[in-house]
């Protein structure tokens, strides 16, 4: 591994580390296109790589301190994680059922329309804050 890989790899990771624990984001936001723009892996690698590498260590520092903040419901959390490993399986066997450029597609979708729920959302309510 060349050391501008390397730092790529280190950009991404810190990156996605800091903003998962400071807006709750990281993996498919971050991690994925990263992993396909600067490292050069396939939408399927860098899917799978992002997974693999969210399994042991998923913001456990930042999962403590809003535990300890009183900001986590682990009744949501256990729901949550353990049907996300049985999404998480048949989405897998989905990604290589379809060709991996439709996949791109869905992804940059998803991607664009919670970007623009968000963008309005914020917008309505930045602006009902300075209104009221």
Do not use: C, R, W
Not at 28 to 49: E, H, K, N, R, S
Request: aromatic fraction near 10%; glycine fraction near 16%; proline fraction near 2%.
């Amino acid at each position: 591994m060349d050391f501008q890989t390397l730092a790529y790899l280190i950009l991404i990771g810190v990156t996605a580390g800091i903003l998962s624990g400071f807006i709750g984001i990281g993996g498919g936001i971050i991690i994925v296109p990263g992993l396909i723009y600067l490292v050069g892996l396939t939408q399927l690698q860098a899917q799978g790589t992002s997974l693999a590498l969210m399994l042991p260590p998923i913001g456990i520092l930042a999962f403590m301190h809003y535990y300890k903040a009183g900001n986590v419901d682990l009744k949501v959390a256990g729901i949550v994680a353990s049907t996300f490993i049985v999404g998480g399986y048949f989405g897998a066997k989905l990604a290589h059922k379809v060709d991996e450029n439709l996949v791109k597609i869905i992804f940059g979708v998803i991607m664009l329309l919670i970007a623009i729920k968000l963008i309005y959302n914020g917008i309505k309510l930045y602006t009902g804050n300075l209104n009221g």
